[in-house]
């Protein structure tokens, strides 16, 4: 197909961000412009992401941002060929202001617009920075999302398995809470456990050993505030001796349930002709205890492991513009201009 250039907006929790992606004619991606403005000093006082300041954030700062994104490509919307923007899921407010920036852009400009699933953008993240074939297994972990999903090609996506409760950075999240450390909990608590001993609690490893695919990260909080009430008073070393036996528990809890699904993957495709392969993204995939064990898991089953980039493995709007183009190049139709943002969108 033709070379693609394509502007991606993205709103859907507590990043705004824009960039412009090109896709030339061989398929091979490569992001001209790109900025993220993360608003986690707005939001760090609550503990948590406020939708209201997150939403009126997103409007401050889109307009300027996409300016940005094109003068940094050293374009302007006439070299555009589509524009891209979040349609969900997510916080709807933030995803109605990416999303109507969106189409004003699209019909003033007299673009096709793509309405772009987040989760989508994620999935095919890999094939714009490792030009990956399909298909392949992707695991999703943030802080909304916990999933293992199969990627067959653009739009064919099939859930292998989800948490049944807490996503896997929402337990680092509430984890870090309850021992007192700062938020977000993710890197608070890989922080303390690298001077603790994972060998001093056992935490429970929820569904490890059942054949199903699907994850649970709620047992392991409720352990942790046990544990942490068990002690008085609690000292830094604890905190530690916490975390760390913490992350061995989701170590040991995820080589099981996606070793399950590497397994399951290869049997599905025994005649793959390419070496399969596993990609990480989400914010959890900075965690270097998750990424060790992720690797040496696809060691052991022959599988290419692939983490991207950080700045791409978080939420960021050149996924959102790949994701545009590869639906474009697929000839897959662009959207109405009467589509409606969704909050939930599996
Ligand atoms: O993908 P992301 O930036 O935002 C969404 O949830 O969409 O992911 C944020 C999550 C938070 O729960 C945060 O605590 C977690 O990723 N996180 C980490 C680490 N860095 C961020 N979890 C574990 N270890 C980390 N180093
Ligand atoms: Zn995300």
New binding site residues.
Partial sequence: SAPLTILGIETS?DETAASVVLRDADGHGEILGDVVLSQLEEHSVYGGVVPEIAARAHVEALDTLIEEALARAGKTLKDIDAIAATSGPGLIGGLLVGLMTGKAIARSAGKPLYAVNHLEGHALTARLTDGLAFPYLMLLV???HTQLILVRGVGEYERWGTTIDDAL??A??KTAKLLGLPY????A??RAARSGNPDRFVFPRPLVGEARLDFSFSGLKTAVRQAAQSIEPVTEQDIADICASFQKAISRTLKDRIGRGLQRFKTEFSDLSCEPALVVA???A??QA?RTTLQSLCDANGFRFIAPPLQL???NAAMIAWAGAERMAAGLPSDDLAVAPRSRWP
């Fill in positions: 929790c943030s802080g909304g950075g929402e680092f999240d977000p909990g993710g890197p608590v890989e989400g914010g959890v900075a965690n998750l493995c978080t939420d």
